[in-house]
């Protein structure tokens, strides 16, 4: 029950963003994007192991978190030490 008025307060909260000017639409998804990204990068420390979720990287892959920057991280592939800058949206801590 608690998920479905959730989910319709988002999509009354959609339908009164579609019917702002296209100016304050950027602006609303810009500071939603960066509350999201604020949100993992809280639960994030240097070191922590993470999987990144993207159909290009396979979920088995393991990665070190190496710098946390305002808007990506920098992680490193625990198998070959390739580094790679990511969004933190796209992390999920595993340890």
Not at 53 to 73: A, G, L, T
Request: avoid cysteine.
């Amino acid at each position: 029950m608690n998920n479905m008025s959730e989910m319709s307060r988002f999509y009354e909260a959609m339908a009164l963003v579609t019917s702002l000017p296209k100016d304050l639409q950027d602006k609303f998804t810009s500071e939603l994007r960066t509350s999201q990204r604020q949100d993992v990068i809280n639960e994030l420390n240097i070191g922590n192991i993470v999987k990144i979720n993207h159909k290009r990287i396979p979920s088995n892959h393991q990665f070190r978190v190496e710098k946390i920057n305002r808007k990506n991280v920098k992680v490193k592939n625990l198998d070959s030490n390739a580094v790679f800058t990511v969004s933190p949206t796209l992390l999920e801590v595993i340890q």
